[in-house]
């Protein structure tokens, strides 16, 4: 079955798949501590993305979980935009934080630029080694594609993300912790969703009556 024709879910997994992004990215801006562990607090919700990027993949192929890839950059992008065009708007005297609104939402060149490039390679690279996987087992070890697509493609996410971030403006000791404690928990959710992840791939190929294979996929991340 063709991955271009019309499903009745994917619209549902692409709309929340966006959502995901732009209140992981939101919640971002702060940074958490539980004890001695440090994190910023999108960690909560941004595993998430990744978990409906292995679901789109896996059952609607590379092709469709690219297009979903771009509508959540684009959408990323109209956020920041937003963002940064409110922040330059007078604030009403009687308003009284500005100063608060551009200390949480006000646009930094540095991070909007490492959190974009972040994620563009991160959940490429999940998709793409999903799919190649996916025919590579003939279908079979989901477990294993999707933690193994996980595991690289938040390596690289996070790995990106914190050294364009914030090298040289946070402490290294700092640096270490946030990037180790971020990707660790990132991988642990994927695992620990896993038996939530099956069930919704069986239940969307079932209902879609879909279960594509990317054998003869154009995989640039630019679609043609």
Known sequence: MSSSQKHSYLDFITTTFAVVLLLSNIASTKIAAIGSMSFDAGL????????????????YGYAQARRVIWIGFGMNLLMVLTFWLVGLLPADPTWGIQDSYM?????????????????????????YILAKLKVKTH???????????????????????????????????????????????????????????????????????????????????IPR
Do not use: C, Q
């Not at 409906?52 to 059952?59: M, N, P, Y």
């Open 44 to 59: 909560i919700l941004f595993p998430l993305a990744y978990i409906f990027g292995d679901i789109l993949t896996e059952v």
């Open 103 to 127: 200390n949480i939402l006000g646009v930094v060149p540095r991070i909007v630029f490492a959190s974009l490039m972040a994620y563009l390679v991160g959940e490429f690279s999940n998709s």
């Open 139 to 221: 279908g079979k070890k989901f477990w294993f594609r999707a933690i193994g697509s996980t595991i690289i493609g938040e390596g690289l996410d996070t790995t990106i993300f914190t050294l364009v971030a914030f090298a040289g403006i946070l402490p290294g000791s700092l640096l270490i912790t946030i990037g180790l404690t971020n990707y660790v928990v990132k991988v642990l959710v994927e695992i620990i969703f896993l038996p939530v992840t099956y069930r919704i791939v069986h239940f969307l190929k079932k209902k879609e009556r879909i279960d594509y294979y990317d054998k003869h996929t154009n995989f640039s991340p």
